[in-house]
């Protein structure tokens, strides 16, 4: 790994953030944050990976 790419770090740590937050959802029994939690997991995580095919197409990951 020649550079550390932070804007992968970060959908990494959000995504890693709320399935927590659904843990802390199921906890305190509250839907709302389960629901928010799941659908904001889809969302980083699918940006994670339309951001390294992006940068894959770009020739950014070399194999």
Known sequence: ???F???A??????AVAS???IGV????????IIVLSTVLVFV???MG??????????GFYDE
């Open 44 to 46: 980083f995580m699918g």
């Open 49 to 58: 990976f339309v951001r390294k095919k992006k940068l894959r197409e770009a």
């Open 19 to 21: 399935m927590c937050m």
């Open 9 to 14: 770090a970060l959908y990494s740590f959000l």
């Open 1 to 3: 790994m020649k550079n």
């Open 5 to 7: 790419q932070w804007g």
């Open 25 to 32: 959802g199921v906890a305190e029994r509250s839907t709302w």
